[in-house]
């Protein structure tokens, strides 16, 4: 249920609906837009009739949301989320390129890959330490060593940092070192996970899972959402499906269904949705003319010798040249890239 | 098998490739391309030996293709394929759009959307008088009296007519009436019809299945390139997956991975692609980004009232503003969308 | 719209609720079952009240038929369809064991294999001859010739035919020489060869297309049905999900599905299905588990050496012992394999 | 790689190969067959030359298997895998039939439910007490309360209880309560939850994520073996496609290709695969038909007002005679259902 409020309503006005939406044990989320104050009931409120806050002093309309994802619906806030990060804002009219290897594998690599991808154009650097191999013998990560470099290559370039969380029993190093908690495609119904990033107040990018539908992806960030963390990025990776000539199928209409249905900031990573560096730069294009608000790039110095995902890493000087590209799409749609132009940060 | 000829290579010479071809049982293609000649002997060549056209004079050099597709591979015909149709170019740096009702209704609707429709600067006209519908019981199209419309149409606004073609029954009446002959993802691999159409020399858009794979489109496009019809067009136009929010899926990486298969042009249809028309325009200027040759849209005047598929029609003032993003988009691509612009053509 | 009649209604009152039908301009199906008289009235009949035949002499009651199928539908005709088949059953308490080549290679070859899957239990003969191939390049089957060796095959066994058909420019010259016309997954919905094939009264075997829902695949069924052709079976044989070790994935859920929408007998193609021998008389054994009325499989005397689907063909000896297993769950379920005993038929 | 020794190979000749490959930095697996020793030796192997074994004695020979799963390979384990689990066995010619609600909504429920699958032929209960839900709005289960009441249905009945564990938070409480952990299909690549599992010795129920592949299934399988813990079940629950009649789709072939690939008892959950009542029965009866080892099907006694999943449960009388039904089919396959016969035990 949305309570409405007047323009003019005043904070003690405000202050009175929350208190009848705590007395009925409903939770309430407070949106303060540009043009009005919206308030979310949320919980079980279907047996509570409309007119219980519609006759409260301030109240301009009450709606019941039909979606079943409610903090997540843009019938609970038409406006785009955006939410800064670390220099720049992610939604709005800015487009956030998030690069770096799949995973760190040493010092100098992690630091190299970040010095050539800020030099290319990125203003986030990717790189993941605790690793979701497919195989028990697989390589799985450098863990918390990982983690350091990380925050080295932070220091070093200015660049806010994303990496993703398997568990939660790795959450608490996870918030200490970076600046996104990305959750990956495997984990996106890893509901206590979830939860327990929604205590959490750090941003989080939400990738859909391999067959997820796009409602099943907005049900998951509703269980971030509800736990007061309001910083939650979507990311479309691919979807799996018959065709196997790519590693999995863009789902380009996700671009438009998602701005259409969410207010929250929606990116793409077409190096995990084509799994070939030939077609990476041609889809991160389209996903920027589609209307993403950015994407998510795997670019290693030498693909070849990567340790995972070598055949999607785009290397440095061709990850530049998708970053002129981009720009030259994200121009004609009215947005930019904002470069890192700020000294190293001493720290978070 | 593809020989490969000198530059300096004489007429006589290729004439004695091709002699020695057919005496091989095999088919001769001959491609003149800007830099080279090169000709393709197709048919079961796996026990001839290369330096049977290696020692032939004027001969650089021979090369077998790896891929099951032959005629339709980059192997064999590096350069794009252009080829003209009815004053502009398909392939090269011409885009071109076709828009229209799905289905031809009535001698002024579809006078008026084709009208519409070069107005906002559509090259070509589509509309469907044979129409393959799910229920026995549903409008199954004009038939010939549609063809006659659309000749009217085509008359009086200069723009070549697509039509699509559901038999070979069919085939002798829409070869008189239309400029390409569309074969529809049901027909994908009706492999009669496919030989039927690879016999004439109209133009082709052949459409992928709702469940093909990229290298099955090529292999049905083969069908047609093996009876000597080289001017096929291939259309993207959404795969069937578990996704529901949407009619089909967009697989927008089909466009870069076929145009680095094929040398024929692509073009993407955004309406059936996605089923909504508020996701039409966003997904038309995903597929030009991604590099597509073309794109096929459905409009009509009044799409509530549309005898099929109104849900994704676009109006004609919302397919003037999809044209407008498309072509600033083109722009960025070093492309363009060249207006009809001749006076209404006297006939075929 | 079904019109139900009494039980004792007369010729003369089922004949005078026809001809309301016929005046209505819409058609009338007739359908005799055991307990009652039940008549279809099907085309644009939603503005039509049911009183308009409630009222007529001898009508029990009138009912809508809520499905987009109607002639397919078990709320039309809730007993199961059975139809005669040279010598036995299709539907009822018979389980129909269609079985022979992919392709009709030779004349020896077909010959061979009738006569091994007649010994090993089969009742009746499968042999393509005029075959999709993905590729041009591929054996396309033997023509008419191939169906000369059916011919003798079914005299010498005593075995009715079963072959594909492609094409309306087929029809004519399979009508003459098979039994049971097949139509081919990607031929499912190529609708001017279901409404060719409803012109005929020949039995026909439909199978789903490769990504055709249960839904599509009824109304194809409806195509033919609507001609008057009430001899339909309906075939699954898999379709295209992302799962690669098995060609395609068995979709057994749609056996149970369609027993419980259609009257229509339901066989399944263990061979297509799972595309790999080793996997055949497992399915075929779960099909008859789980309701099934029939089974088509490929069996080929030298698989190794066959023209197409080698891999998936069983050796008679195999084809044999997964019959003994079928035959077992058959007994089970309350049904049986009537084996072909007459004498070698004279001719058509 | 595989170490096979000879038939009469000496305890002490054993060890020694255990002490090799330890000292090359790999896991050993011991597995005792009847007819033969083989020892798996798991880890980065590929750079050891097979005569590093082959020279000890008692050994007969030396291999390598060739798939990505090598715990779970038949290469390595050519017998199916057996386990006793509370008074019958998992594998072999017993048939395992779980059965009970989705989630246990109450003391009264769970008991009354778990008397009556006993009765009905069941031979194992499951419940869930931790819900994996789409909406963070859905009911989420009772937790350890629920554990309470599963471990009293387990006293009155002698049946082991099946039992979800959503997080490796849960699995000290889980441990102490059930009988197998049920792994989800949501967490089939939560690999966190894997190895810790691996780590316990509790009989693991692996389910089949949404869209894994087999092979994905075997890896995750895997993950648990190589932490030491032998007893898996792998369960087929049905797979995300395009078909829309049923929740899921019944990958049926996966009930052959399973057993054809893997050592591990197979199991399949009907109503999770078909998701609808009407349809258990049938998918049931194919199971066991295809070679399954064994069932896990939702029964609740008022399916109306259950808390999950009423449409795919079963009323106890439908579950009766489904029982029956798989028994006879569970007979022709030379198989039985062990009832439960053992008094109710006294604790864990």
Not at 14 to 41: F, K, M, N, R
């Amino acid at each position: 249920m949305i309570i409405i409020m007047k323009p003019n309503a005043t904070p003690k006005q405000v202050e009175d609906v929350i208190q009848v939406i705590q007395s009925l044990e409903l939770t309430p989320h407070l949106y303060q837009g540009i043009e009005s104050t919206v308030i979310g009931a949320v919980g079980d409120n279907h047996n509570i009739p409309t007119d219980r806050f519609e006759i409260l002093d301030g109240v301009e309309s009450v709606k019941r949301i039909s979606q079943p994802f409610k903090l997540a619906s843009r019938q609970l806030h038409p406006e785009d989320s955006i939410f800064p990060l670390d220099g720049f804002q992610v939604g709005g009219n800015e487009i956030i390129v998030i690069a770096g290897p799949c995973s760190v594998e040493s010092r100098s690599q992690i630091i190299e890959t970040a010095q050539a991808v800020r030099e290319a154009g990125a203003n986030a650097l990717r790189g993941g330490v605790f690793k979701p191999r497919t195989s028990p013998y697989s390589f799985q990560g450098l863990g918390e060593e990982g983690l350091e470099y990380l925050a080295e290559a932070r220091q070093l370039t200015g660049m806010p940092v994303v990496s993703e969380v398997m568990s939660q029993t790795q959450l608490d190093v996870m918030v200490r070192y970076v600046d996104v908690l990305q959750i990956g495609a495997r984990n996106m119904q890893n509901f206590n996970l979830l939860r327990a990033i929604g205590e959490t107040r750090k941003t989080a990018l939400l990738k859909r899972g391999l067959s997820a539908t796009i409602e099943e992806l907005l049900m998951s960030a509703e269980y971030i959402l509800a736990g007061g963390n309001r910083q939650v990025m979507l990311c479309e990776r691919g979807i799996r499906t018959f065709e196997t000539s790519t590693r999995n199928t863009t789902d380009i209409n996700a671009i438009p269904v998602l701005k259409s249905l969410t207010h929250l900031p929606v990116i793409l990573d077409p190096s995990h949705s084509t799994g070939d560096s030939e077609y990476v730069a041609a889809v991160a294009r389209a996903a920027v003319a589609a209307g993403a608000d950015g994407l998510i790039v795997e670019v290693h110095p030498d693909p070849a010798r990567a340790l995972s995902d070598g055949k999607q890493s785009l290397r440095p000087e061709k990850f530049a040249e998708m970053v002129r590209q981009v720009r030259a799409i994200a121009e004609v749609m009215g947005r930019k890239i904002t470069p890192v132009t700020k000294p190293a940060s001493v720290g978070w």
